[in-house]
């Protein structure tokens, strides 16, 4: 561990009430001393949910506990609670695992009155150790007693790992004449190479929308948001994202994801998707620039986004970035790593406006001055053009620094 | 740049003649100071050439031309000459770079008295940049009277870049009653996760193989060697492995790659590919362990493959064993994330012979203290059952230190 902060730390939002929602955070003692470590979030009753997990092949017990209460009812379900703790992640631990998720639900439905398949459960940390039930459940009373609909910050600030701020986004949006709140929070900051889903991120809402339309949404906003972003390549076996929406708003009957009405609530949906995931790559354990990498002229959107992530994850490129070195010939490398279809006497390659290789040659008129001045900000901003096609897309991610070997070299001491 | 030397440097062996090659070395100064940074090679007439590149979209120019002039002769051909330089690469280099490779070869065509066709071209360094051709084509005639059959060293020195050893193997093998000689050098310690071949790698002997004997014995070992190696996951665009059968041994003639006569060269042509990979990756960027990882129970070679490079490549994995932190959950997780059939249910995993976990679970019989143990070595083994089927393979690599970023955030300074 190091006392590095990122750059790029921001305060945590103030985040208004959203009717249906409770929150509290208590310290179990399990693995970290003095902090609170687990989260507990109360939901109304007929509450929706909509869930994307990870694809890593050894899935967390939490995860497979998730996935089977939303499969049990269907695309997307109902939902009363959401418990979380961090530390520990209860991930490669077998039959005791899912057991563990599975009591761990129980004894809090046991507090809220309702099902089991109700409750959603997410840890994330170490990897093949089980987190302590029984320090968990004691700690439920307390918990409840707590819970509070102003509680947004504690609650997301006691799910971190190796985070170094809490990362969370806030905005209304109209429906009909209604307006509603959507407030999200989101952990992570290494093993960030989401597939389907970041680490932990939670969005809630008042607005009332059935599940089936929540999980529609959520599925489109994933593949430009979460699944746009990396860290260091790893995919966690955690990953999960949760979308709450509690109905206490007022609005006409929603029936639909590409209803009329829901633009605007589609649109800020979105934006707390895209922004979240921004921030978590804005937290990259190490970090010292936030890189933007746009990839232009690719065959398609996924082909696009594929060549955007080998440039993302490149370690030499990455490297370079941190050292303020415009050694761009690492970015050609990359783009012709991917494996996709590409014109490399076609191609352009940019930091920021400066256009540095054009037609697969070096701009005659770059100046290596331009590129190194242009290196030493913060925000780095990549694009290529591969022509080929019209498809593009966009990937966030952040540069590879001693820091990162730092706080991955020790992570469990 | 550091002063770091990779802990398993070895001395270069000493090489005895093989008939037919001559070898030469000296300095353009174009980018390095008081070194030499081109290698000349002259070949017996008749000498027959095998070579498998880079699958990176972006080839370098003398990547091309090495792959024109062999395809125009079929699979393999033959060659009389070889120039390498070092510092600077020809990669992105457009039509002028075509030019400069053609021009190169030419040049040293003039010198030896054969066809431009006859000489092989490979630049290694900067991308984006052309080699000063008036610097190299000076150097030439003083390369030529230079020329000797046991400057094996000085030429395998020339073409090192952030290499810190100089790496070479030798080996003898009977074919019939006929003993021949096997030489063999390569370069590599950065952007190495080679497709088909590795950074620049160089095998001669004496033997009398004909040119697709020589590229079927070659594209099978090339599967098992450098495509078994990772540094850094980042595929150069200069990657290439050539292979020299000057015919000036006296042995019965070789007309098929499964030839009985072949068995003792075959193993020692394979030896010689292993080794050398092995070398790339001992001297990678930064090493301070180097790691062997062995996947086993996958349902091909192909899918182990995949499974072991995942492992490999993880920066979490290799800042774990950088950090001697036995932190095995992230080979769980790296298996997981390789996107190929693993039963999750039935995997374990080994830290040399430490059971760590089995069956999905934590081994209860395992204790942390003998993995902390394990990883104070140097040498480091990985093996994980994935508990699919009989495939298996294994992948050599280093772990990821702050001597890497020290070496990469700074290359081109």
Redesign the interface.
Known sequence: MTDHISPFASDFPDMPPVPGVRLAAGASGMRYKKRNDVMLVELAEGTQVAGVFT?????GAPVDWCKSILKAKGSGGSGRGLIVNAGI?N????A?GLALAKDTASAVAHLLHCAPEEIYVSSTG????LPDKEKIITLLPTLRHKLSETAWSQAARAINTTDTFTKGITRTAMIGNTKVTLNGFIKGS??I?P?MATMLGYVFTDAKIPAPVLQELLKADVEVSYNCMTV??????SDTILVFATGQAQHWEVTAADAPELADFRDKLREIHVELAKLVAMDGEGISKFITVKVRGAKSFASARVIAKSIA????VK??I??E?A????I????????EK?N??K?SIRFGTHLI?K????NPDYKEEQGAAYLKGKRIDITADVGVGTGEATVWTCD???E???I??????
């Open positions: 694809k890593n092949a050894m899935t992640s991930v490669f631990t077998g005791a170490i990897i093949g150790e290494g093993m190479e597939n260091d390549s790893d995919t966690s076996t994850n490149s370690p030499l490297t370079a941190a050292g070195d050694n761009w010939g690492r050609a490398m990359a783009i012709g790593k991917s494996g590409v490399p006497g191609t290789a037609d697969g040659c070096k590879l620094t001693h990162y070997i730092a991955n070299a020790d992570y469990r001491s």
